[in-house]
């Protein structure tokens, strides 16, 4: 059998888009972060699949890139936010985990800027 997959439902998807503050889909995907409330409801489904990855990725493999303790400390706070983030969402509390989100954006900014995002 073969598995036709057209890009068009695709594309459909990644355009998907928070009416109220215009985060989309891809925005979401390129930096796990989400900007209102609505965000949550639109997109509920890829946020769980986003979850669920996140929670296989947090285990450390040892493998770690020679990086400096500001960067490690920077990870560690990003990752720790992530979570309690996470678990805000999961307990429903909107206004934490945008709190958080926007902490977390911060963190994203300077992590980029280092190169290790
Ligand atoms: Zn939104």
């Known amino acids: 059998m073969y598995q036709e997959t057209a890009g068009s439902g695709g594309e459909a998807r990644m355009n998907?888009?928070?009416?109220?503050?215009?985060?989309?889909?891809?925005?979401?995907?390129?930096?796990?972060?989400?900007?209102?409330?609505?965000?949550?409801?639109?997109?509920?489904?890829?946020?769980?699949?986003?979850?669920?990855?996140?929670?296989?990725?947090?285990?450390?493999?040892?493998?770690?890139?020679?990086?400096?303790?500001?960067?490690?400390?920077?990870?560690?706070?990003?990752?720790?936010l992530l979570e309690e983030k996470e678990s805000a969402m999961l307990r429903g509390e909107f206004d934490e985990a945008n709190a958080l989100g926007g902490q977390i954006r911060q963190l994203y900014l300077e992590l980029s800027r280092r190169g290790l995002k």
Do not use: M, W
């Open 16 to 80: 998907k888009k928070c009416g109220k503050c215009g985060t989309t889909l891809e925005q979401f995907y390129h930096t796990s972060l989400l900007g209102c409330e609505n965000c949550y409801r639109v997109f509920a489904a890829e946020l769980e699949a986003v979850l669920l990855k996140l929670h296989g990725k947090t285990v450390h493999t040892g493998k770690t890139p020679k990086i400096g303790d500001i960067e490690r400390q920077l990870l560690f706070e990003y990752e720790t």
